[in-house]
């Protein structure tokens, strides 16, 4: 979802300088224009979002089976220490700057078990020492909860730290799904939260979704007191203006749960992806964000 980021700026939470270092809002901003998705897919090749909720894989323990799109050996930014990194196949969001849309399709990946998967990733388990474990990412790794849940009941009973790379778009705290996704947190040791856009509207506009189950995850998650690392791709002119920083940081600190924020700054390393699959890139014209864009960013996210 968002690994192979060239250059992650992270600040842990208690170790962030103080929100007076925030700039002034009159601070010049760089918003570009704020085209609306659904029309620019009326014009674009992208294939729209698939209605279903989720896959049909009931919990169960190491034969449980997933969709995996691809498994990584040695990721060292997805979490605490060296971690075996597990990438889901399927994601109903269409961001507009994702470097992995090869992800979308629901019907592509190949089928494998809980235990498969744990039985590869143990043995790099002499890499993890104290601090690593695995990370399950997507596409969107929630699209597939029960199969989550079991990898990381299993995970638990092998010793192993679980930590869970999403975007939280499908949780909500309707039964069925909820009785779920309770236990998927339950079984989970780390979060690696994604928030796109702080504003509804313009994270449609980003996305194809709004952001409201997003935000109440991120409730959820405070209250389960279930530690959080937020992800915060830094577009410019789409999420980068001051007053949507200030917005995002008010929301981050109504939660109590967080440990570290990651800016990861707009990158255009994942276009030929989409050339390759004949969708039309939305964001070309946008250049990645610079070093005192960055800068500003981190001292009101970390402030
Ligand atoms: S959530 Fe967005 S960035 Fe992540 S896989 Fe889906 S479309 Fe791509």
Same mark, same amino acid.
């Given at each position: 979802m968002l690994s192979q980021e060239p250059a992650i700026s992270s600040c842990k939470e208690n170790t962030l300088p103080s929100r007076e270092n925030a700039p002034d809002s009159s601070e010049k901003s760089t918003m570009l224009p704020r085209g609306n998705l659904s029309e620019e897919?009326?014009? =674009? !090749?992208? +294939? +729209?979002? +698939? &209605?279903?909720? #989720? *896959?049909?894989v009931e919990i169960g323990g190491p034969a449980a089976e997933g969709i995996i799109h691809s498994t990584e050996s040695f990721g060292a930014v997805d979490g605490p220490g060296i971690r075996f990194l597990i990438f889901l196949q399927g994601c109903r969001m269409r961001c507009r700057y994702c470097h992995n849309p090869d992800t979308w399709s629901m019907t592509g990946g190949e089928r494998k078990t809980v235990g498969q998967l744990l039985d590869k990733a143990e043995r790099y388990r002499t890499y993890w020492r104290e601090t690593g474990g695995i990370t399950v990412s997507g596409g969107e790794a929630m699209l597939q909860p029960e199969f989550v849940t079991a *990898? #990381?009941?299993e995970a638990h009973r092998r010793g192993i730290h679980t930590a869970l790379d !999403? &975007?939280?778009?499908? #949780?909500?705290? =309707?039964? +069925? &799904? #909820?009785?779920?996704?309770?236990? *998927?947190v339950a079984a989970t040791d780390l979060v690696l939260l994604d928030i796109k856009h702080i504003d509804p509207e313009e994270h449609r506009s980003l996305t194809g979704h709004d952001n409201r189950n997003i935000l109440d995850f991120a409730r959820y998650l405070a209250e389960q007191k279930v530690p959080v690392w937020?992800?915060? /791709?830094? /577009?410019?002119g789409i999420n980068d203006d001051t007053e949507t920083l200030r917005a995002t940081r008010a929301f981050l600190d109504t939660l109590t749960n967080v440990e570290q924020v990651d800016i990861l700054p707009y990158h255009t390393l994942g276009i030929y992806k989409w050339e390759e699959l004949g969708y039309t890139y939305t964001?070309?014209?946008v250049p990645p964000p610079d070093e005192e864009t960055i800068n500003r960013a981190r001292e009101i996210l970390c402030r």
């Open positions: 897919r009326m014009k =674009s !090749t992208i +294939p +729209p979002q +698939p &209605a279903a909720d #989720f *896959l049909n *990898l #990381f009941e !999403t &975007a939280g778009e499908p #949780f909500r705290r =309707s039964e +069925p &799904a #909820f009785s779920i996704f309770r236990r *998927l937020i992800r915060y /791709v830094l /577009v410019p964001l070309g014209d």
